[in-house]
């Protein structure tokens, strides 16, 4: 058996990247083991802090109704359902341990493909899409589309549509255009009908909003939906010269600033975190080689949390994804993926 000195030895005439691996190796059996417990009574509590709801018709008296493989089960005394602790979650008839998937949100954490997710925690790669998506799921419920107050800074940016994944799995798809190679240009230049415009808006205490809001071009009545009654108090707009903008404030009221093209600041008003914002959320984007246009929606919100909590530890932020995307009612079936549509709002 090798001594504590002579491993520490080893460890010191390894490189950097190597020492890193093993960080993360003693990270994973360390902490991540201890959040398995963690986890499921901060689900616990987060879930029923105002008392138990059940989780099929939000009603509130429920009694306990024995236990069933280990775990206590509820029942409904309005519906006449069962329940337990995690049903309508992402875990919820999940055979595989808890252990797994804190493992799966910290590769999550990192960004990783569905298929290095997949290799690490030793599931499936169709679990391992499965997994992302009812995790993101979930995610979209817990936060919600947000508002924001104060200064606020507004840009859209847009992605290319893409049916990536619909027409092997699904006879009845048909293409609405002709296919093209993955990773070339769209034939139309600038903004046209085969690209999605995501709006977001990110205000001075880090609120943000991002969501799909229509093909091509934006309108002033795609701003308007987008920001109903999702503006706190009185609210000054940072935008860029866009003329949408100009009919959305009217309408609206919203004191505006439209920063001029080829200037970057006119005193505390500019767009300069949320070009930020967009800048890195293409670069993260970029790993993913083109997302499915259903799923879009999906990695805005992934982004977003991530960018919630930028400065945390990987660890901690592992252990906060698990529990906040099992605290909300989110009931994803496989089935669900199939018939799937872009989300717009
Ligand atoms: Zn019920």
């Known amino acids: 058996m090798p001594s504590v000195e002579s491993v520490i030895k080893d460890i010191k005439i390894l ?6 691996e093993v960080l993360n190796y003693l990270e994973e059996i360390i902490v991540l083991g ?14 029923f802090s105002r008392g138990k709801v059940c989780p099929h018709c939000d009603h509130d008296e429920v009694s306990r109704n024995g236990k069933f493989n280990g775990k206590q089960r509820y029942i409904c005394r309005s519906c006449r359902k069962t329940f337990n602790d995690f049903t309508h979650s992402p875990r919820y008839n999940s055979k595989k341990d808890t252990r797994k998937w804190v493992l799966y949100a910290k590769c999550m954490i990192n960004g990783y493909s569905i298929r290095k997710c997949a ?5 499936s790669v169709p679990t391992s899409f499965y997994w992302r998506h009812k995790i993101i799921d ?17 840009d859209e940016t847009f992605f290319r549509e893409s049916f990536k994944g619909n027409h092997k799995k699904s006879k009845n798809f048909i293409m609405p255009r ?18 999605v415009c995501v709006l977001c808006a990110m205000d001075r205490v880090g609120n943000i909003m991002t969501e799909l809001i229509c093909k091509g071009r934006m309108k002033h009545t795609d701003i308007e939906r987008f920001f109903n009654d999702k503006i706190d108090g009185d609210a000054i707009f ?17 004191e505006l600033k439209q920063i001029k093209r080829g200037r970057h600041k006119e005193g505390v008003y500019h767009i300069q ?6 800048s890195k959320l293409k670069k993260w984007m970029d790993r993913f080689n083109g997302v499915a246009t259903k799923y879009l929606s999906n990695y805005m919100y992934w982004f977003k949390w991530l960018q919630y909590f930028d400065t945390e530890k990987d660890t901690i932020k592992s252990k906060y994804l698990i529990v906040q995307s099992h605290t909300s009612h989110c009931n994803t079936k496989l089935e669900d993926f199939k018939t799937r549509k872009a989300i717009f709002i």
């Open 138 to 154: 979930a995610i979209r419920t817990f936060m919600g589309m947000g508002s924001v107050g104060g200064v606020v800074e507004v």
């Open 238 to 254: 940072c935008t860029d010269s866009h003329k949408s903008y100009l009919k959305f404030a009217q309408n609206t009221g919203v």
């Open 15 to 20: 490189g950097a990247t190597e020492q890193e």
């Open 178 to 195: 002709k296919s093209r190679k993955r990773g070339t240009k769209g034939r139309k230049r600038g903004i046209s009908n085969e690209q």
């Open 119 to 123: 290799e690490i925690v030793g599931i």
């Open 34 to 47: 201890s959040f398995v417990t963690e986890v499921t009574d901060e689900v616990k509590e987060n879930r």
């Open 273 to 278: 975190h949320i070009n930020y914002y967009h």
